[in-house]
């Protein structure tokens, strides 16, 4: 258990920390077993003098809370994965590759954009960040599908 000291206490120089005394820093029925290991105090060095303020110990430098990590993914620029249009693959085998590649891709999603990508050449199955969207981009091609990545203007 750690105990922060809120308040300045002065003492004199020949101060004793006896059981029960008004600054004593242990209270309970045990309290007379306690022994305060080091008292900092700032001062003259002639009249008394005041404990300092506690210390409040910083993270540990070089590693990343959980927030810093997901501010820096966010700022990473995304990227379009596109679906191009083929005259080689079946309609339904399209559909099956972007629900089997890409996570979270539903059926009627995986319809809509095949559908675009047939009537218009092409169609942006995913934004998301520059590695992800490369590894969509090969997996795609992987299948036999025709897919490019290219950076987003906007934000995921």
Do not use: W
């Amino acid at each position: 258990m750690k105990t922060a000291i809120c308040r300045s206490i002065g003492l004199s120089p020949n101060h004793l920390f006896i059981s029960g005394d008004k600054y004593s820093f242990c209270k309970g029925p045990c309290s007379n077993l306690c022994v305060p290991m080091a008292v900092l105090t700032k001062g003259s060095g002639k009249g008394g003098g005041i404990l300092e303020k506690p210390i409040i110990e910083k993270a540990t430098p070089g590693r990343e809370s959980e927030f810093d990590l997901k501010k820096s993914r966010k700022t990473a620029p995304p990227y379009r994965v596109i679906l191009h249009n083929d005259n080689y693959n079946k309609r339904e085998y399209v559909v099956q590759v972007l629900m089997k590649v890409i996570p979270g891709m539903t059926l009627d999603n995986a319809v809509n954009i095949m559908q675009e990508a047939h009537h218009n050449g092409m169609s942006v199955v995913i934004i998301c960040a520059q590695a992800d969207a490369e590894d969509h981009c090969m997996q795609l091609r992987g299948n036999g599908l025709l897919s490019s990545i290219e950076p987003a203007g906007g934000s995921c």
